[in-house]
């Protein structure tokens, strides 16, 4: 097991409780009790070189230090069948072909983080032409950018559609059954990879640094504030997301990896 937070106690009392007889961790030189403690809670500490900023270049490293293994070395989250039947439920439903819809995350964790509406709606306009459905999923707390989203338009598309609160294995299959995920940084982009949709992940007050997406590609204004997580809330004029423009985010659609290969579960 790896755990590839190093800053607080949560994650390794789930890797200590694990019980994985190898577990990897990062060295924490900020703390002290940390530095004692990891002793008992890793078999094995490591300090990826500084070359390594990036999450999706320390995966493959750290992942080597357990040995060789086989395939890709990227974090992979089970979709069971009944997680994609239950998918294709839902797509029946909506009318939706597989493999020819995009899934956005038009809401965030902060209102700071959250790309305006009309340009989502402008980069749905491009995919409806191309043949593509639209399907914006959400929480509770999403709604009212999801009603943004939907106001955005002068009569919602009949290739538009909106769900709010699915079920966990509903969401997985949704996302693996996609042909690509487009986001702002929030917890569904890194779920969205994690089952293998390609992903635009919209950054702005986020540590574009840490997270950046490892399949597919961030887009970013590049302002000298960048990032601010730890203060974003105090941010009057979130101009960091505003200064994303569709066309960029639609040249890092296009250039986007294909999807995993086709699923083919037929049961549970």
């Not at 490293?61 to 997680?83: F, I, K, M, N, Q």
């Not at 950018?145 to 299959?173: M, Y």
């Not at 399949?215 to 504030?225: E, F, Q």
Request: with cysteine; charged share 20%; glycine share 10%.
């Amino acid at each position: 097991m790896i755990d590839f937070f190093a800053r607080g106690p949560r994650s390794r009392v789930i890797t200590y409780v694990s019980g994985a007889t190898r577990r990897l961790g990062l060295v924490d030189k900020s703390a002290w009790i940390h530095r004692r403690l990891d002793r008992h809670v890793y078999t094995m500490s490591l300090c990826p070189p500084v070359q390594l900023a990036l999450t999706r270049d320390r995966i493959p490293y750290l992942v080597s230090r357990l040995g060789r293994l086989e395939g890709a070395h990227l974090p992979r989250l089970t979709v069971s069948g009944t997680d994609v039947e239950l998918a294709r439920t839902l797509l029946t439903e909506e009318g939706i072909p597989e493999g020819r819809y995009w899934i956005f995350f038009c809401g965030s964790g902060a209102r700071t983080k959250n790309w305006p509406p009309d340009r989502f709606s402008e980069i749905a306009g491009r995919l409806l032409r191309e043949g593509f459905h639209v399907l914006c999923l959400g929480g509770t707390a999403d709604r009212e950018q999801q009603e943004a989203f939907a106001a955005s338009f002068e009569t919602l598309p009949s290739g538009v559609h909106i769900r709010t609160q699915l079920p966990w294995g509903t969401l997985k299959g949704l996302c693996r059954l996609s042909r690509g995920t487009l986001s702002n940084d929030s917890g569904p982009a890194h779920l969205a990879q994690a089952v293998g949709s390609p992903s635009v992940v919209l950054f702005g007050p986020g540590d574009h640094v840490s997270y950046a997406p490892f399949l597919g590609s961030l887009v970013k204004a590049d302002l000298a504030c960048q990032p601010c997580q730890s203060f974003a809330a105090r941010c009057p004029d979130n101009q960091c997301m505003k200064m994303i423009s569709a066309e960029t985010v639609w040249e890092e659609i296009r250039k986007l990896p294909s999807p995993l290969a086709p699923v083919s579960f037929s049961g549970g």
